[in-house]
């Protein structure tokens, strides 16, 4: 049976569009604090009650509403923001749709007090459901106030939808976090069931970021910088130390927009790519300041999802910024320092130069190499020299002093003692080695006056026959030396020193399931990850002073050598003062 169209009642209408805009107190939450960000407010208060459910309240001293437009904040479709097709395709405000609210008004009890500069005194409105009352004097500071009470009163079946008090209160922090990381330039307060939670003064990022993030993630954090024409990259990486296992301490902004863009991540992701280990998600506060016209914000409801017109400019521009951030050698990445003590300043919103240079640099002699002694003013293991002379004030990493138990080396800089891990940081300079002769062409191979001979499986024996072109791109020359055995003739001249069979096995593997084009390609820095892995110093192995030496300068030379391939640091400073704390010097 057909039925005749209609025309719906305005308030279904509005109701239906609150299903999309108002999923939760959360989302009102939201909607009402970009509200007040557009009014140009310098301090916020957030109210909530029964973790928004009961009452969701919004004080902010921004430029406030006039009396005769009042009404108008409460049509469907009005709005300040935006007059023209040009100014949708150009939005430089938060909100810019005309409908918030409208829609929570249809679905709760909203009251909205406010006074402009230029009103002797406040106005206020009340409105609930259908019915919006008249517009009376209030007492008010300027500024806006705006309650929302009872969420989904008369819509019963909707308020079944919502979870408990705690979880409903977690989603509404969650927006109020993610705001004020935004404009670290406000101050906001955050009270729920009449106590606080959050107070956040105006402070520049660092303090913001440590405020809500952690001071541990602020002192693990490398700052960004970029800035192509009207590109503008800036914010704070998390060190592959902060990293976690699940992804929630991941903040990127779009013209001071919170957005979840899939871009946008895949960017981050790629160049995190070789810093982390398994399925750790990297940390991050990031924002992108782009020419609003370049970016269409009008995607979703929800307005977390954007479209970029030169999709692929902005993801490479991303993916570079990044990387350069995470790049630096040891010696100019933020120093890992222990738990008690004292996190670096705060990184500032003003950028700053760029404290190192990414000018491509020769290779280095290899660790086995070692270097001449008199290179270094070095410490012997036997007797201690009776004063010993300072560290080079230009050697970051400092000198050597000794191992400990095979495994770390001890060194003395300006700041103190520095303890590094010889197998993590030797495997981060023999990767970034081999990606860089990798991409200059064939890898050179050094030819073994004894091959090194293994036993193989037959699909070993097989997949050596089939890949010989691989093989040898890779620096490789493996030939049948049995019915079960295959023998290294030659080997990657920066790998000969390493453990050939099982270098050769891995390799063999990797080829075996992947197939030699895409190990080439797409999984190339996963073979030469684990070829380093295999090629790198192991531990219990006693290196001499000049090789202690030789392998911090390659640190202190090396980009992301502050971390290995898997994401562990390579090294931790111990201070002075954290020195002088321990053995309760001065007191």
């Known amino acids: 049976m057909s039925r005749a169209i209609q025309i719906l009642p305005e308030l279904l209408i509005s109701q239906i569009a609150a299903g999309e805009v108002v999923e939760r107190p959360a989302s009102v939450l939201k909607e009402l604090l970009e509200n007040s960000l557009d009014a140009d407010s310098r301090a916020l208060t957030v109210t909530l009650e029964e973790g928004g459910s009961r009452r969701v309240q919004i004080d902010d001293d921004g430029a406030g509403i006039a009396r005769d437009d009042l009404p108008l904040a409460l049509a469907r479709h009005a709005t300040s923001k935006i007059h023209s097709l040009e100014d949708l395709e150009a939005v430089a405000t938060m909100g810019f749709r005309g409908e918030a609210l409208a829609s929570i008004a249809s679905v709760a009890r909203l009251t909205i007090a406010s006074r402009d500069a230029a009103s002797p005194h406040g106005y206020e409105i009340r409105a609930e459901g259908a019915y919006i009352g008249e517009v009376t004097p209030t007492a008010r500071a300027p500024g806006t106030t705006i309650a929302v009470a009872d969420l989904y009163f008369n819509t019963p079946a909707r308020r079944k939808f919502l979870r408990t008090e705690a979880t409903e209160f977690g989603h509404c922090e969650a927006v109020f976090r993610r705001i004020a990381l935004a404009r670290p330039d406000i101050g906001f307060l955050l009270k729920h069931n009449g106590r606080v939670s959050l107070a956040l003064r105006p402070q520049p990022l660092g303090d913001r970021a440590a405020a809500l993030l952690g001071r541990e993630f602020l002192a693990a954090s490398l700052p960004v910088e970029a800035q192509a024409g009207a590109l503008r990259l800036w914010g704070l990486a998390g060190s592959p130390q902060t990293a976690r296992a699940r992804a929630d301490t991941q903040y990127f902004f779009v013209n001071g927009r919170f957005v979840r863009d899939r871009l946008l991540g895949h960017a981050v992701r790629e160049a995190y790519r070789d810093m982390l280990h398994g399925d750790r998600q990297p ?17 979703h409801p929800a307005k977390t999802e954007v479209r970029f017109r030169d999709s692929r400019g902005i993801h490479q521009f991303v993916l570079h910024a990044i990387e350069r951030a995470l790049s630096p050698a040891a010696g100019v990445a933020p120093v890992s320092y222990a738990g008690f003590a004292e996190a670096p300043a705060a990184t500032t919103l003003a950028p700053s130069p760029a404290p190192y240079s990414y000018a491509a640099r020769p290779l280095h002699t290899p660790l086995e190499a070692g270097e001449p002694v008199a290179a270094y003013q070095a410490i012997s293991f036997g007797a201690r020299p009776a004063a010993p002379a300072p560290p080079s004030a230009d050697l970051a990493l400092g000198m050597a002093l000794g191992q400990l138990h095979g495994v770390y080396i001890l060194a003395q800089n300006q700041a103190g003692l520095v303890l590094v891990d010889m197998h993590a940081a030797h495997e981060r300079i023999v990767y970034e080695k081999l990606k860089t002769v990798l991409d200059a062409g064939p890898i050179q191979s050094q030819q073994l006056l004894v091959p090194a001979l293994f036993r193989a499986e037959a699909l070993d024996v097989a997949t050596a026959e089939e890949s010989r072109e691989a093989l040898g791109r890779l620096g490789f020359e493996i030939s049948v ?107």
């Open 283 to 299: 940390a991050y506060v990031l924002f992108l300041e782009i020419d609003p016209r370049g970016v269409d914000v009008n995607v």
């Open 481 to 587: 030396a049995g019915p079960n055995e295959l023998a290294v003739r030659a080997a990657p001249a920066l790998l000969a020193g390493g453990d050939l069979p099982a270098l050769a096995r891995g390799v063999l593997a990797e080829l075996r399931e992947f197939g030699a084009e895409r190990v080439l390609a797409a999984r190339r820095d996963e073979l030469l990850a684990g070829m380093a892995c295999h090629a790198a110093v192991r531990a219990h192995r006693t290196l001499a002073v000049p090789e202690m030496n030789a392998l911090l300068r390659e640190m202190e030379a090396t980009e992301r050598s502050g971390s290995c391939n898997h994401g562990r640091p390579t090294w931790y400073q111990l201070t002075l003062a954290e020195l002088d704390a321990l053995f309760l010097r001065g007191r």
